[in-house]
Nanobody, 121 residues
């Protein structure tokens, strides 16, 4: 069973940066697809980025060129570097993992508790 713990959320000005971390524990961490989702008030949970390996990363159109997902298997940690933040990036961000993965939240079996990201205008 995989356990995930996010950190790094907080307040940032428009145009600023934040780096989210997701510490994972469990079996064969490097065999799991890792993803970041976000959910704003009144909106559905949406995928932000996912990573299978360093060669396979996929981003939502809304964050392409601004966010970068990476993983450090030796540290069992996944990161989301967020640059050029916009007010519309404000949401609770969740780390998720699954043995298969995909774009839908329903495809992910393990979730962190979430970390709040707030971007001021």
């Amino acid at each position: 069973q995989v356990q995930l713990v996010e950190s790094g959320g907080g307040l940032a000005p428009a145009g600023g940066s934040l780096r989210l971390s997701c510490a994972a524990s469990g079996r064969t961490f490097d065999s799991y697809v890792m993803a970041w989702f976000r959910q704003a008030p009144g909106k559905e949970r949406e995928i932000v980025a996912r990573i299978v390996s360093d060669l396979i990363t996929v981003y939502a159109d809304s964050v392409k060129g601004r966010f970068t997902i990476s993983r450090d298997n030796a540290k069992n940690t996944v990161y989301l570097q967020m640059n050029s933040l916009k007010p519309e990036d404000t949401a609770v961000y969740y780390c998720a993992s699954d043995s298969v993965g995909g774009t839908s939240p329903d495809r992910y079996s393990y979730w962190g508790q979430g970390t709040q990201v707030t971007v001021s205008s």
